[in-house]
C-alpha cells in the first residue's frame, strides 16, 4: 500500500471516528436540509407535509391521512413533498392533493430537518413521519421501544402521527385507473392468470432471508409447475432460474392480483401490497445468536411480534388471502419453506375456483 492510499485509510477511519461522536453527518444533513427547505417550501400561506422515504412508512401514512385532514382545516393551500416515485402512489389516496416530488436524498435531508427543533417555528411545515427522523443511535433506541411494546405500523400512524381517536377509518387506495396498463404488463410480461407468483425478495430497513432460502422457495414453486417472477428494480437481480419483473408501484398490485400471489419478505412493499388486497405470503426474518448488533436485536423484536393478522382485522381489510411465517435468518428453514408452497399452492387452487 503506497503513502497516499495509507493515508486515505488513515483519514476516513478518523472522520467515522468523529462522526460517531459529534454526529457531524446528522448536521451536515440538517443544513442541506434547511436549503432545501428554503427552495421548496417557500409560501408562508400554504401548508407543507413532508413524507418519509418508505414505502412502508408513506403506505400507512396515507391510509390514515385522510381521517386527519378531517379533523383539521387549513386555510391555504396544501402541498404533500414525497420521492418522485411515491407521486402516484400519493394520488392513488389523494386523487386532488398537489404532490411535489423530489430525489429521494433530498427527501431524506429534507425529512431530518423538518423532525428537528431548528424547524418548529415554521408552523406551515408538517413532518408525516413516525418516529421523526434523528441522530442513528437515538432513532435505534425508539425504534427498540416500539418493537418491545408490540406496536405496530397502522397504530403508529394512527395514533403516533396522527393522534386519531380509535373510530376513525382506515383508507383503502384506489388503482383503477391503471388497470388498463396493468392488463398490458401481464400480457408483456407472460404471467399467467391464477398461476403466478412474485417474489419480493429485496429488502433495506428490516432483517432479509438470505438468497439461498429463497431459491429454495423458488424451486419448489417451480417443481409444482407454478410461474415465477422476482420484483426487481434496477440494482438488484432475480432470484435463480425465475423471471425479472420490473413494475412502478401503482402497477404492481394489480397484477399480482389478476394473475395470482405474492411472497414477501418484510418490507415496505409488503405494506403496500397488503393495504391493495394482494393474496400475501409473509415472511418475517429474525436472527439468533449472542452477538447480535443492536440493529439485529430490534429487527429480530420486530420480527417475532409483528402480525399482519392483527392489522388486518384492525383495519378492516377484506377479500385476501394471507399468511404469515417467521423464519431464521442464519440456519435453513426447509420445514417451514415447504409448508409456506403448500400454502401458496392452496392459494392458486382457490383462485382457479
Not at 429521494?104 to 431548528?118: A, F, H, P, Q, V
Not at 408552523?123 to 421501544?145: D, G, R, S, V
Not at 394512527?158 to 398490458?184: I, M, T, W
Request: net charge positive.
Amino acid at each position: 500500500m503506497n503513502f497516499n492510499a495509507l493515508l486515505k485509510r488513515v483519514l476516513r477511519k478518523i472522520y467515522h471516528a468523529i462522526n460517531r461522536l459529534t454526529g457531524i453527518n446528522y448536521y451536515r444533513a440538517l443544513y442541506n436540509g434547511k436549503k432545501i427547505a428554503d427552495r421548496l417550501l417557500i409560501n408562508a400561506n400554504e401548508e407543507y407535509f413532508v413524507c418519509s422515504h418508505g414505502i412502508g412508512d408513506v403506505t400507512w401514512m396515507l391510509s390514515f391521512i385522510n381521517a386527519y385532514f378531517s379533523e383539521l382545516s387549513f386555510c391555504g393551500k396544501i402541498h404533500i413533498v414525497c420521492t418522485k416515485r411515491d407521486v402516484n402512489i400519493i394520488k392513488s389516496f389523494m386523487e386532488d392533493a398537489n404532490v411535489i416530488g423530489i430525489n429521494i436524498n433530498e427527501l431524506i435531508m429534507l425529512g431530518k430537518y423538518t423532525s428537528s427543533r431548528y424547524c418548529n417555528s415554521k408552523e406551515n411545515i408538517h413532518t408525516l413521519i413516525f418516529p421523526k427522523l434523528k441522530q442513528y443511535k437515538l432513532m435505534l433506541e425508539e425504534l427498540a421501544l416500539l418493537s418491545e411494546s408490540g406496536l405496530h405500523m397502522d397504530m403508529c400512524y394512527k395514533y403516533g402521527c396522527f393522534n386519531l381517536g380509535h373510530d376513525a377509518v382506515f383508507r383503502n387506495p384506489n388503482l383503477s385507473k391503471y388497470k388498463e396498463y396493468a392488463q398490458q404488463a401481464i400480457q408483456e410480461n407472460g404471467l399467467i392468470p391464477n398461476n403466478s407468483v412474485v417474489l419480493v425478495p429485496f429488502i433495506n430497513s428490516r432483517l432479509s432471508l438470505p438468497v439461498e432460502e429463497w431459491e429454495k422457495i423458488a424451486d419448489e414453486l417451480m417443481r409444482a409447475e407454478i410461474k415465477v417472477y422476482t420484483n426487481v428494480d434496477s440494482k438488484n437481480i432475480p432470484i435463480k432460474n425465475t423471471i425479472p419483473l420490473f413494475l412502478p408501484l401503482e402497477i404492481l398490485p394489480i397484477v399480482i392480483k389478476e394473475t395470482g400471489c405474492a411472497i414477501s419478505g418484510r418490507c415496505g412493499l409488503c405494506d403496500w401490497l397488503f393495504v391493495n388486497g394482494c393474496d400475501l405470503a409473509v415472511i418475517h426474518t429474525y436472527r439468533v445468536g449472542r452477538n447480535l448488533t443492536k440493529n439485529q436485536e430490534v429487527q429480530t423484536s420486530f420480527a417475532r411480534k409483528e402480525s399482519f393478522y392483527e392489522m388486518k382485522q384492525r383495519c378492516g381489510i377484506e377479500g385476501s388471502k394471507l399468511v404469515e411465517y417467521r423464519m431464521c435468518q442464519n440456519s435453513p428453514n426447509d420445514r417451514k419453506i415447504h409448508s409456506l408452497v403448500a400454502d401458496i399452492q392452496q392459494m392458486l387452487e382457490e383462485k382457479r375456483n
